[in-house]
């Protein structure tokens, strides 16, 4: 790290006036807000010292009285900067999980104490996209910050600036927050991957219906070890990408899926099956299968739906993590 970043982090620490993560809510109170003109506002400033300079010049009393006003209503676009900013309140929102390669999407909620309204409020979280937004008063409005998600684990809410130039532009007021918030980033699935091991499993709970086998009771993905005689082939023909879809059942039974760790081609990192298990997870929940997960010290019991859809996936990305 050169000496410039290292005075940079210095500064980020000793602006956040405390260790970063802070606690919630987040006050931006007077010693929290910076304020410095901006390209604008100097050459405003520049612009003043010259029409100041030829009202001398020339002994112009409307001159002078002119750059006055001018230099007035610099100061208080300074202090109108400032209070657009200043003791606004921060706190935590929510974050879902992503997959890996997506943008985590970190919500912070903004509360204005203050009756006016807080208009063209800039924010963003490290080297993410900027956010316009307004914050009405006696009110809160809630920024969703996107953020890259390039790895699996734990995505901690990088350092959040938040700048406003409101109202003329010639002065920039701006702060930074560091509040507690973490995002769950899944294992990127695989792009290509071998089928789901439907002979790995067994039949024991996997009678999913009771009813008549004559009854049907809808449509999923067709798979592999699927019968031809069930796919629809008619729903298929107006499919847009012309998927297969299978006939389900009333009294169909389903096959109890293991996906294992085991079970993935040989010389493969922990990446490259982590991303494999990733698909088959996906794969098995939109197939409205029952499956169970089997990891290196590790075993999720055989279940279907949202929740155990998530749960494995959350399995996968915490995998020889602490």
Known sequence: MNLAETLRQS???????????EAVPIVLTRHRVFV??????????????????????YSLSLGHAFVFLLAGLGIATILATFRNLAQLRITP??????????HALFGLVLHNPRPGERPCLRIWAGNGAHLVMDVPGKDCAEARLPVPAIRRGWLNLPRVTLETTYPLGLVRAWAYAAPALACLVYPQ????????????????????????SDDFAGLRSHQPADPLQHVAWKAAARHPD????TKMFAGE??????????????????????SLLARWVCDAHGAGLIWGLRLPGRTLA?????????????ALALHGQD
């Open 93 to 102: 929102g929510r974050a879902e999980p992503v997959f890996a390669g997506e």
């Open 189 to 212: 699935p695989a792009r290509q991957a071998p089928p789901l091991p439907l002979g790995s499993g067994d039949h024991q709970g996997g009678l999913r219906r009771a009813g008549g």
């Open 36 to 57: 410095l003109p901006t390209r604008a506002g100097m050459a405003y400033a520049g612009s003043l010292v010259v029409m100041l300079v030829g009202a001398i010049n």
């Open 242 to 245: 012309g998927e297969l879809l």
């Open 302 to 314: 055989p279940a279907s739906g949202e929740a155990h859809y998530h749960h494995c996936l959350q």
């Open 253 to 274: 039974s389903t096959e109890t899926l293991w996906l294992a760790w085991d079970a993935l081609p040989p010389g493969l990192d922990e990446e490259a099956r982590l």
């Open 11 to 21: 500064f980020y620490r000793w602006a956040l006036r405390g260790r970063a993560p």
